[in-house]
């Protein structure tokens, strides 16, 4: 039989208590009808023409609460919408951009207007557009297209949700059939055709050709 003694429990002093409740002190009572819970006070600041307070930004409440504005970077252009561009800036920066593009001269190749969506692809397309819409020719903006084509199918990539982790396909059948299919797709003529960053010069006797079936029109 073993025996051992136990350790005297530490004594706990009315200081030591005493000294614990002034750590914890309790919590502070603040009644709801207490003046201390709150208070009226004066509030400055600024509120767009829906009411929507915004504070010290003057600058958002303006925003928020007007239709339209000045240009920022030249108050002699038009009003314009808020949230929106400047239109006339828009304007001139493209037309700084066409003409730093570099020329060459058209062959008949596929153009876009700058300024617009109408491809022409051909030599009597476009003559037929200039006429028809009396188009001036002093101001007409062209660009010449680049085209866009399909792109060849990698089967791992294809099928890549179906393999397992660090997978690639096997089947000999398989790899055939994509590769069958990626030397038609290299084949392919383009899908279709984008603005370039070449602009348009178009030959003088086609600028001849056009101006002399106005004339006859007119005639």
Not at 39 to 55: I, N, P
Not at 76 to 84: A, C, K, L, V, Y
Not at 134 to 154: G, H, M, R
Not at 155 to 179: T, V, W, Y
């Amino acid at each position: 039989m073993y025996s051992y003694a136990v350790p005297p429990l530490p004594s706990i002093h009315c200081r030591d208590m005493a000294a614990k409740d002034e750590v914890m002190p309790k919590e502070k009572v603040v009644m709801y009808e207490s003046p201390e819970a709150a208070s009226l006070q004066t509030v400055t600041g600024w509120v767009d023409a829906g009411g929507r307070f915004w504070g010290k930004d003057e600058h958002m409440a303006r925003y928020s609460g007007s239709t339209h504005r000045q240009c920022e970077q030249n108050p002699e252009h038009p009003i314009h919408t808020t949230g929106r561009g400047c239109p006339a800036c828009h304007e001139e920066r493209r037309a700084a951009n066409f003409a730093a593009m570099p020329k060459r001269v058209w062959a008949g190749e596929p153009i876009i207007e700058y300024d617009g969506d109408r491809y022409f692809f051909d030599e009597d397309d476009l003559r037929d557009y200039l006429i028809e819409y009396e188009i001036d020719l002093a101001e007409l903006k062209l660009v010449f297209c680049t085209p866009n084509y399909p792109s060849q199918i990698d089967p791992n990539d294809h099928f890549c949700d179906d393999l397992p982790e660090d997978g690639e396909i096997s089947d000999d059948q398989l790899l055939a059939a994509f590769d069958l299919l990626n030397e038609m797709i290299r084949k392919s003529p383009p899908l279709s055709w984008s603005p370039g960053k070449e602009a348009v010069e178009l030959p003088k006797t086609f600028i001849d050709m056009v101006i002399h079936e106005r004339l006859e029109a007119q005639a």
